[in-house]
């Protein structure tokens, strides 16, 4: 178990062993939550939010909309063609 101080100013130093077990850089924003017998932090990501639909509208299709079948054949036939290397 590794201790730490608070220092007059309310800093907290993360020991060196659990900043680099976490790849947290200098910078790194927490969020702060008070727990049930103490404080929890957790790292804010570095990507907001968003939903599936918003990450597939950025691919530029602009064709009419496939069906799930649609889409599973055209994988299936990708894969199918890599593995035979045509």
């Known amino acids: 178990m590794e201790t ?6 309310g800093q907290v ?3 060196k062993t659990i900043r680099s077990s976490h790849h ?3 910078g790194t ?3 702060v939550e008070v727990v049930q017998g103490g404080v929890l932090l957790k ?5 907001p939010a968003t939903s599936l639909q918003n990450g597939l509208g950025c691919i ?3 064709g009419e909309a496939k069906s799930l079948e649609e889409m ?8 199918a063609r890599t593995w ?3």
């Open 13 to 15: 130093i993360i020991p």
């Open 4 to 9: 730490t101080l608070l220092s007059s100013k």
């Open 84 to 86: 035979r290397k045509d």
């Open 24 to 26: 947290w850089k200098p």
């Open 60 to 62: 530029g299709y602009k």
């Open 29 to 31: 924003r927490f969020v």
């Open 72 to 79: 599973q054949a055209a994988i299936d036939e990708e894969i």
């Open 43 to 47: 790292p804010l990501s570095n990507f």
